[in-house]
């Protein structure tokens, strides 16, 4: 219930407190191209219910993947202000609004596409048995996720068969080992990481 309600306060005051930037993005990636400002993508939630996804959109419309497939290093997908949001993980805000109505928490396992989940069934199963969230341990790792991607010969098989598999290990600690004060602490490692790249 403390996380659930400090999920609540922080999301909706960050939605309220960063409305100008979050206008100003819109904005900015309407201006662009005069298309949609949010990506969406069905992703699996807590107990295996999809749910859908927003990021401020990054990529061409004509781009975008919504089953989960790479093309990483393939940088004409990605817009100009596009490159700004990803670096940065302004992207990510819209998410605020997944965590005010339930569909996450700030801190949690990161939310995949219905394809890798089914690749390891039993290890989600466990991952899946508490609300997924916007920032992690995993997410701190791979923070550069899409740059390790776009520098191996199978993107995919790579993500399948070695970053993916690593991520589960580091949600399963997380479920394993969470607590109130280890949730505050991932939250300031992940700004951290953010101000320090």
Do not use: C
Not at 39 to 48: D, P, S, V, W, Y
Not at 172 to 194: A, M, P, Q, V
């Amino acid at each position: 219930m403390l996380k659930r309600a400090f999920d609540i306060f922080s999301s909706a005051s960050l939605l309220i407190f960063l409305l100008p930037i979050e206008i100003t993005i819109a904005l900015t990636i309407y201006i662009e191209d005069r298309e949609s400002v949010l990506f969406k993508q069905k992703r699996i939630g807590l107990n295996h219910k999809p749910f859908i996804l927003y990021k401020f959109r990054s990529m061409s419309s004509d781009k975008i993947s919504t089953n989960g497939s790479f093309d990483a290093g393939d940088q004409s997908r990605v817009t100009r202000i596009g490159k700004v949001l990803r670096k940065t993980k302004i992207d990510e805000l819209p998410q605020l609004f997944n965590v005010l109505i339930g569909d996450m928490s700030l801190v949690g396992p990161r939310p995949e596409v219905k394809k890798w989940v089914d690749i390891y069934p039993q290890q989600w199963a466990f991952v899946l048995s508490v609300k997924p969230g916007i920032t992690d341990n995993a997410a701190i790792l791979y923070r550069n996720e899409e740059e390790i991607l776009a520098k191996v010969m199978n993107p995919e098989m790579h993500y399948r068969e070695i970053i993916l598999p690593q991520k589960l290990n580091l949600y399963r600690e997380y479920i394993l080992n969470h607590s109130f004060t280890g949730d505050i602490l991932i939250i300031f490692r992940t700004i951290f990481s953010i101000v320090k790249k």
